[in-house]
């Protein structure tokens, strides 16, 4: 309680204090339930308490001037828009009625607001692709810093809360929030903090909401880039294993192609057999013929048709003797041919089993970058 | 104009002719000849055709050819000289052909001073030309050695 008469000093304490008060101060004298004086810092930019303003008896003033004891109030944002710390102290005369009351008012600001500005911009910058720190009050953004690496701010200062905003739901539901965002919010990727912040001295009290935005270009760019590897990659797979069963197929095709080949070979084995079983024919022809032509010349006249006829023979018989050695050039043609494709053959059957090793290799590389791939997505989860 | 038909045979790679009229049969080379003692190189043996033992004379030996290549198709032609046989060993029998008289060419003429030569002349097939063999003297020769048919069992 102050004494009336010690009024004057106070008033001279308070004109020297108001301008020491870090957060600005706002110093009243009320007499009775008026106004009367009024002192205020140059930071504190707020219009209230005139002079010549009446109080209403249900203000705490008032309340400690009827009490005679000091009284402290919050005030909340609703009344005056920002939170107020207003201290009543009585003023008491000298034979101990009720003169006034000495009202102190001091803006009750939290204190990560009242040093935003000292930490936000060093820790904007401390973050690999920049970061967006803000403060917000129950309503809007109160105040944000956006690092310089930044082209776009994600929050603007004044910007009113909604539903969509995550310190809207982090007041709703008194809990921090954490959480992913894709492009649809900010146009990058990002990943969002956001936490409640308390009133110093009503801890149940929700007063403001301190978040971060970090943008997650990098994560989102490698986590595409590893979804797409990995869609790549089964592709190659499956295109390499269609090749895989194409190459089964072509060794098995040629493996059947080799053993057709030895059929030949052994067919035009027989041929020539044949061909030598035509020859041991054909002179006996023309041993017959020649014994015939011999048989008639000794018939003299009389074997003179028969003489014709073993003329035939022995034509016959040179005729299909000349046949064996084309017959034979050609089953040596055949054999030569064939040996040649037999040679190409057993070459692709070879090229085709270093194939399917080839292919076999490539599968276990693409399982191994397939692994990799994958470690590169989880490790762009958490980065 | 008179003309003869001549059986045409290959000796290495000339041709020779004998008239059909001394042969009786051509036979494949047999597997087995029996061997004589005591015999020139040209007689190879004799062997048995159908019961009657004949004596087989290498011709190439008797006219000093040397064997070029062994040929695989060796006949061996049976004459027939009044009943006597005799077989000589050529190689491969070509055909029989009809040789007119006046186109053949006597060899004695030319070389009057060769005796013992059992060649009668050489006829011409347009290029060819075939040694045509005189069947009566080479029989005369060769039984000069006096085989003894009776002799040999």
């Given at each position: 309680?102050?004494?009336?008469?010690?009024?004057?000093?106070?008033?001279?304490?308070?004109?020297?204090?108001?301008?020491?008060?870090?957060?600005?101060?706002?110093?009243?004298?009320?007499?009775?339930?008026t106004?009367?004086?009024?002192?205020a810092?140059d930071?504190f930019?707020?219009?209230?308490?005139?002079?010549?303003?009446?109080l209403?008896?249900?203000?705490t003033?008032m309340k400690?001037?009827?009490?005679k004891?000091?009284?402290?109030?919050?005030?909340?944002r609703?009344?005056?828009?920002?939170?107020?710390?207003?201290?009543?102290?009585?003023?008491i005369?000298?034979?101990?009625?009720?003169?006034g009351?000495?009202?102190?008012?001091?803006?009750?600001?939290?204190?990560?607001?009242?040093?935003?500005?000292?930490?936000a911009p060093?820790?904007t910058?401390?973050?690999?692709?920049g970061?967006?720190?803000?403060?917000?009050d129950?309503q809007?953004?109160?105040?944000?810093?956006?690092?310089?690496?930044l082209?776009v701010s994600?929050?603007?200062?004044?910007?009113?809360?909604n539903?969509?905003?995550v310190?809207?739901?982090?007041i709703k539901?008194?809990?921090?929030?954490?959480?992913?965002l894709d492009?649809?919010?900010?146009?990058?990727?990002a990943f969002?903090?956001?936490y409640?912040?308390?009133?110093t001295?009503?801890?149940?009290?929700?007063v403001?909401?301190?978040?971060?935005i970090?943008?997650?270009?990098t994560a989102?760019?490698l986590?595409?880039?590893?979804?797409?590897?990995?869609?790549g990659?089964?592709?190659?797979?499956?295109?390499?294993?269609?090749?895989?069963?194409?190459?089964t197929?072509?060794?098995?095709?040629?493996?059947?192609?080799?053993?057709?080949?030895k059929?030949?070979?052994?067919?035009?084995?027989?041929?020539?057999?044949?061909?030598?079983?035509?020859?041991e024919?054909?002179?006996?022809?023309?041993l017959?013929?020649?014994?015939?032509?011999?048989e008639a010349?000794?018939?003299?006249e009389?074997?003179?048709?028969?003489g014709?006829?073993?003329?035939?023979?022995?034509k016959?018989?040179?005729?299909?003797?000349?046949?064996?050695?084309k017959?034979?050039?050609?089953t040596?043609?055949i054999?030569r041919?064939?040996e040649?494709?037999?040679?190409?053959?057993?070459?692709?059957?070879?090229?085709?089993?270093?194939?399917?090793?080839?292919?076999?290799?490539i599968?276990?590389s693409?399982?191994?970058i397939?692994?990799?791939?994958?470690?590169?997505g989880?490790i762009?989860?958490?980065? | 104009?008179k003309?003869k038909?001549?059986?045409?045979?290959?000796?290495?790679?000339e041709?020779?002719?004998?008239e059909?009229?001394?042969?009786?049969?051509?036979?494949?080379?047999?597997?087995?000849?029996?061997h004589?003692?005591?015999?020139p190189a040209?007689?190879e043996?004799?062997i048995?055709i159908?019961?009657?033992?004949?004596?087989?004379?290498?011709l190439?030996?008797r006219?000093?050819l040397k064997?070029i290549?062994?040929?695989?198709?060796?006949?061996?032609?049976?004459?027939?000289?009044n009943?006597?046989?005799?077989?000589v060993?050529?190689?491969?029998?070509?055909?029989?052909v009809n040789i007119?008289?006046?186109?053949?060419?006597n060899?004695?003429?030319?070389?009057s001073?060769?005796?013992?030569?059992?060649?009668?002349?050489?006829?011409?097939?347009?290029?060819?030309?075939i040694?045509?063999?005189?069947?009566?003297?080479?029989?005369?020769?060769?039984?000069?050695?006096?085989?003894e048919?009776?002799?040999?069992?």
């Amino acid at each position: 309680m102050i004494q009336l008469s010690g009024l004057e000093e106070c008033k001279i304490m308070m004109e020297i204090m108001a301008d020491l008060i870090p957060g600005g101060v706002l110093f009243g004298i009320i007499e009775g339930n008026t106004i009367i004086w009024t002192k205020a810092s140059d930071s504190f930019a707020m219009d209230i308490l005139h002079v010549g303003q009446k109080l209403e008896n249900s203000t705490t003033t008032m309340k400690c001037i009827q009490e005679k004891r000091i009284l402290k109030q919050l005030v909340p944002r609703e009344v005056y828009g920002k939170r107020l710390k207003i201290i009543s102290i009585p003023i008491i005369k000298d034979d101990g009625d009720s003169y006034g009351a000495i009202s102190i008012a001091i803006p009750n600001l939290h204190p990560v607001a009242a040093s935003f500005y000292d930490f936000a911009p060093i820790l904007t910058e401390m973050f690999h692709e920049g970061a967006c720190i803000y403060l917000t009050d129950l309503q809007k953004v109160a105040y944000s810093q956006t690092s310089k690496k930044l082209a776009v701010s994600f929050v603007e200062n004044g910007q009113e809360l909604n539903e969509m905003d995550v310190a809207y739901n982090v007041i709703k539901t008194r809990k921090p929030i954490l959480a992913e965002l894709d492009e649809s919010k900010f146009g990058i990727p990002a990943f969002t903090a956001n936490y409640p912040l308390y009133d110093t001295e009503n801890k149940d009290e929700i007063v403001a909401t301190m978040g971060i935005i970090l943008p997650k270009q990098t994560a989102g760019k490698l986590r595409n880039m590893s979804k797409n590897l990995e869609d790549g990659l089964t592709n190659i797979s499956s295109a390499i294993q269609q090749l895989a069963a194409s190459a089964t197929e072509i060794h098995s095709n040629e493996q059947a192609l080799n053993s057709n080949i030895k059929d030949i070979i052994s067919i035009s084995e027989e041929i020539d057999e044949i061909s030598v079983f035509i020859k041991e024919i054909a002179e006996e022809t023309k041993l017959l013929g020649l014994n015939a032509a011999i048989e008639a010349a000794r018939a003299g006249e009389a074997g003179r048709g028969f003489g014709v006829v073993a003329d035939e023979i022995r034509k016959l018989s040179s005729e299909s003797k000349s046949t064996v050695p084309k017959i034979n050039k050609l089953t040596q043609n055949i054999k030569r041919q064939v040996e040649e494709a037999s040679g190409k053959s057993s070459k692709s059957l070879d090229a085709s089993q270093e194939q399917a090793a080839a292919t076999e290799e490539i599968t276990s590389s693409i399982e191994e970058i397939t692994i990799m791939s994958n470690e590169l997505g989880k490790i762009a989860l958490v980065i | 104009m008179k003309s003869k038909l001549y059986i045409v045979f290959r000796l290495n790679e000339e041709e020779y002719g004998i008239e059909i009229a001394y042969a009786q049969e051509i036979l494949r080379m047999p597997d087995h000849l029996t061997h004589l003692p005591n015999m020139p190189a040209y007689v190879e043996g004799v062997i048995n055709i159908r019961g009657k033992v004949i004596p087989v004379i290498d011709l190439k030996k008797r006219f000093d050819l040397k064997t070029i290549e062994e040929s695989t198709e060796r006949r061996l032609i049976i004459l027939n000289f009044n009943n006597t046989l005799l077989a000589v060993v050529i190689d491969d029998v070509s055909e029989i052909v009809n040789i007119e008289e006046d186109t053949i060419q006597n060899v004695n003429s030319i070389i009057s001073q060769l005796g013992q030569n059992c060649l009668a002349g050489i006829g011409r097939i347009e290029q060819r030309l075939i040694l045509l063999l005189d069947v009566l003297k080479l029989n005369t020769e060769i039984f000069a050695y006096q085989f003894e048919m009776e002799e040999i069992k």
